[in-house]
């Protein structure tokens, strides 16, 4: 077992001595999952725990069901239960299950100990990890949320055995991400690595979700609110939440939309002079060798619609437009535009 602060990451880990005695210090816990789940994953964690059954609360899976209404079936079992402050929730699942629990942990009595279990390789690499807690509202995504840090993070590699291709390679979109963003020698040895990382090799996955947890965790730990320097974290977000918001969310998986967004991202910062392509090409041949998507092409929406989304929506937010873009293999920088106006065109020859 590897431990970085308060994430520990290895196989097998809930029979481990260390994770026993952790949870049962408190007698008051609560485990919430999803009903995927809590089929394959549920019993090795209760088998290790002595819970009656109304210590465990299983939602149904699906980004649907990321609601204030699910956040609420979560406060009210905490009620329920008769629990107050000393009690622990532990939220077993992908992003998700992380998001929602980690809602209801800081609202409920202004905020209860959680413990993060999660089961999607894009939940240990990623949203796990960082403090961020949300569930949609009103149609938006993330509307409502807060800020609230885990006590720990039990990342158990076994879970990604049972993971859906499509689900393990969306989680790969970010490890990439950290790469092309953070650490040219971590993008270099994911590009060495490939076939084994393709394998699911487990000392492979050890080391790509240690070092994946090692960068986020230290960014955010220079900017734990998401003022400034966290932004990097966001190189290729730009672009993929405008491409999920016009394809509602349906048609591709959060990962899929990163790495279009990634590439549109580099290829407007060789058009910038910012970056060699060979950058791009490289970035373009790892995507495609884990079977993510790496074109536009003919959907719902187009590049102009993709454009006109993001004018505005920057617009909206902030007066001006930034971007963070890369300026090197593994380094990114916020650059900031003063026009979109040739952004279209500049785009229309990467779709
Ligand atoms: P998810 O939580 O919907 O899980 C994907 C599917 O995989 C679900 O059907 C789930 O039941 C199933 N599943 C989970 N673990 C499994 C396993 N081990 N084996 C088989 N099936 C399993 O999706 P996700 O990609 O993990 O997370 C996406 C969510 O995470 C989005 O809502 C996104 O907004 C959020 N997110 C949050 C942050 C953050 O910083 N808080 C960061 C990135 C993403």
């Known amino acids: 077992m590897i ?57 149904q899976s699906g980004e649907e069901f990321k609601t204030f209404a699910t956040v609420e079936s979560i406060l009210q079992r905490l009620y329920t239960l008769c629990y107050d402050r000393s009690a622990t929730i532990i939220s077993l699942g992908g992003g998700v299950i992380c998001d929602v629990v980690g809602l209801a942990a800081s609202l409920y009595m202004r905020g209860i100990n959680w413990l993060q279990i999660p089961t999607t ?4 690499v990623d949203a796990a990890i960082g403090g961020k807690t949300a569930c949609n509202y009103l149609g938006i995504k993330n509307l409502i949320g807060t800020f609230y840090f885990p006590k720990q993070i039990w990342i158990d590699l076994r879970f990604l055995s049972t993971l859906p291709s499509r689900e393990y390679f969306s989680g790969l979109a970010e490890v990439i991400k950290y790469g092309m963003a953070c650490d040219a020698s971590f993008f270099i040895w994911l590009e060495n690595y490939k076939e084994q990382i393709l394998q699911r090799e487990v000392t492979t996955l050890q080391y790509m979700i240690q070092r994946s947890c ?17 932004m990097v ?27 279009l967004g990634m590439l549109l991202a580099t290829h407007w ?17 790892l995507l495609l060798f884990f079977g993510l998507p790496t074109q536009i092409g003919r959907h719902s929406y187009n590049i102009n619609m993709l454009c006109n989304y993001i004018s505005h929506d920057k617009k909206k ?3 001006i437009f930034r971007f963070i873009l890369p300026c090197a293999l593994g380094a990114v920088t916020n650059v900031e535009i003063a026009t979109l106006d040739n952004l279209e065109e500049i785009l229309q020859e990467y779709a």
Do not use: W
Not at 224 to 229: A, G, I, R, S
Not at 244 to 259: C, D, R
Not at 269 to 285: F, G, H, P, T
């Open 121 to 124: 390789l894009l939940a240990q």
């Open 269 to 285: 910062a060789v058009k910038l002079s910012m970056i060699d392509k060979e950058v791009l090409d490289r970035l373009e041949q």
């Open 317 to 319: 937010r902030a007066g």
């Open 3 to 59: 431990k970085i602060d308060n994430i520990y990451i290895g196989s097998d880990l809930f029979t481990s001595a260390d994770f026993v005695k952790i949870v049962l210090s408190s007698k008051d816990i609560l485990i919430v999952t999803d009903n995927i789940i809590a089929g394959l994953h549920l019993s090795c964690l209760t088998a290790a725990l002595n819970l009656t059954p109304a210590q465990i609360l299983i939602l």
């Open 233 to 259: 974290l966001n190189f290729g977000h730009t672009f993929a939440h405008a491409i999920e918001a016009l394809t509602e969310y349906k048609l591709y998986l959060h990962g899929e939309a990163v790495a």
């Open 214 to 230: 090692e960068l986020k965790q230290s960014i955010v730990a220079k900017d734990p609110h998401d003022f400034d320097t966290r």
